[in-house]
């Protein structure tokens, strides 16, 4: 007797599962929609936020003429330091991307608009803002007094050459006894304007106020002038406040090295246009030819009075002749960032049609 044996079980035909369409879940497509989302969505994000490197930056082009001063000739040489005087003069406002050249007796300079305007520009290259400047030892000082009350009858009308002649006089004397009178007597009038400013003679001694009005002073001749310095730049001291330093050139800075060391416990009056700005004590040999001025200084006020040194030491005069909107170039950096921008895109748009192409042939391709 015989036992029929059972046939062997056959696997079914189709799996348990089915693979997936497409070769991606829903899950994996919609992530990678997601990407692409995010993807596109940060481009344009960097797009909105770079926008404004499209655009010409707005700017001013200025003009200023150049006019040579007594003994000096406009040549290539004085046109170069105009050119440097005006870059420095810009960069005491904050002005530091412009591009200046000359045109003959021009200077042209253009450069981003840096809160500046035409009344502003007039200002800061307007005639006659030259500041003369000297050093001086004191021989003498007083406190200032309250003016007395005016005469019932009025001044006599004076010609202004013979009020400065007789300011001269009476002020730059070198007379000690009328020296005493003259410092008593101008210690009455340090709130009045000085009709001796800038024309006071540096090689004659001076009785003059300070810039406060609170003391008077009799000064010797100047050791050193305006002419003898290199340059004056707006600064702060470690406390805060503004000053102005100078750097006398090689020959000044040897004078000035030698009465500092030859004067320590005596003061330098430092004065602009008669007034007396500061007269530190000297307290040791100054050399390298640098110094500073401190006064009763604000941020304007501070570079107004560099640039007026300046332009004082300076063979040549600058002045304001017009100035015009102009559309500047791109910076370097504005290219770069263009450059990042349009190479950035490219990617974004290489990976996108990548990505929409592969799922598009992934769903035609998937089994029936």
């Known amino acids: 007797m015989s036992f029929a044996q059972p046939a062997p079980a056959v696997p079914p035909a189709v799996p348990p599962y089915a693979p997936p369409r497409g070769g991606l879940t829903p899950a994996a497509?919609?992530?990678?929609?997601?990407a692409l989302a995010v993807l596109i969505a940060g481009y344009a994000l960097a797009v909105f936020l770079t926008r404004g490197v499209w655009a010409d930056r707005d700017g001013i082009r200025?003009?200023?003429?150049?006019?040579?001063?007594?003994?000096w000739a406009l040549s290539a040489d004085?046109?170069?330091?105009?050119?440097?005087?005006?870059?420095?003069?810009?960069?005491?406002?904050?002005?530091?991307?412009?591009?200046?050249?000359?045109?003959?007796?021009?200077?042209?300079?253009?450069?981003?608009?840096?809160?500046?305007?035409?009344?502003?520009?007039?200002?800061?290259?307007?005639?006659?803002?030259?500041?003369?400047?000297?050093v001086r030892p004191v021989i003498h000082a007083i406190p200032?007094?309250?003016?007395?009350?005016?005469?019932?009858?009025?001044?006599?009308?004076?010609?202004?050459a013979q009020r400065i002649a007789d300011e001269k006089e009476l002020r730059q004397g070198t007379n000690p006894s009328i020296q005493i009178l003259a410092l008593q007597y101008q210690a009455t009038r340090c709130g009045d304007d000085d009709v001796l400013a800038g024309h006071d003679d540096p090689n004659l001694p001076l009785v003059t106020c300070?810039?406060?009005?609170?003391?008077?002073?009799?000064?010797?001749?100047?050791?050193?002038?305006?002419?003898?310095?290199?340059?004056?730049?707006?600064?702060?001291?470690p406390g805060g406040r503004y000053i102005i330093d100078l750097q006398f050139d090689n020959d000044a800075a040897q004078v000035w090295a030698d009465f500092t060391a030859a004067n320590i416990g005596t003061q330098a009056a430092f004065t602009i246009d008669t007034r007396v700005l500061s007269a530190p004590l000297i307290r040791e040999r100054i050399p390298n030819g640098g110094t500073q001025i401190s006064g009763d200084f604000d941020e304007r006020s501070a570079h107004d009075l560099a640039g007026g040194i300046n332009r004082g030491t300076s063979p040549v005069a600058l002045t304001?002749?017009?100035?015009?909107?102009?559309?500047?170039?791109?910076?370097?950096?504005?290219?770069?960032?263009?450059?990042?921008?349009?190479?950035?895109?490219?990617?974004?748009?290489?990976?996108?049609?990548?990505a929409g192409v592969y799922l598009l042939h992934a769903r035609r391709s998937r089994p029936v």
Do not use: C, W
């Open 29 to 34: 497509k919609f992530l990678v929609l997601l």
């Open 62 to 71: 200025l003009t200023l003429s150049v006019q040579a001063k007594d003994g």
């Open 78 to 134: 004085t046109i170069e330091q105009a050119i440097a005087a005006t870059e420095a003069r810009l960069d005491d406002y904050g002005v530091a991307d412009a591009e200046i050249g000359s045109d003959g007796n021009n200077v042209v300079a253009t450069f981003s608009r840096h809160g500046l305007d035409a009344e502003a520009l007039k200002e800061m290259f307007g005639p006659g803002e030259t500041k003369t400047l000297y």
């Open 144 to 160: 200032a007094k309250a003016s007395p009350p005016s005469g019932i009858n009025p001044t006599p009308a004076v010609e202004p």
């Open 210 to 237: 300070s810039a406060d009005g609170e003391t008077v002073y009799l000064l010797a001749k100047s050791i050193l002038g305006g002419d003898q310095i290199e340059s004056a730049e707006p600064g702060t001291d």
């Open 320 to 354: 304001y002749s017009s100035s015009s909107d102009e559309k500047l170039p791109a910076t370097m950096l504005s290219m770069l960032i263009r450059g990042a921008v349009i190479v950035s895109g490219l990617g974004v748009a290489v990976v996108v049609i990548g």
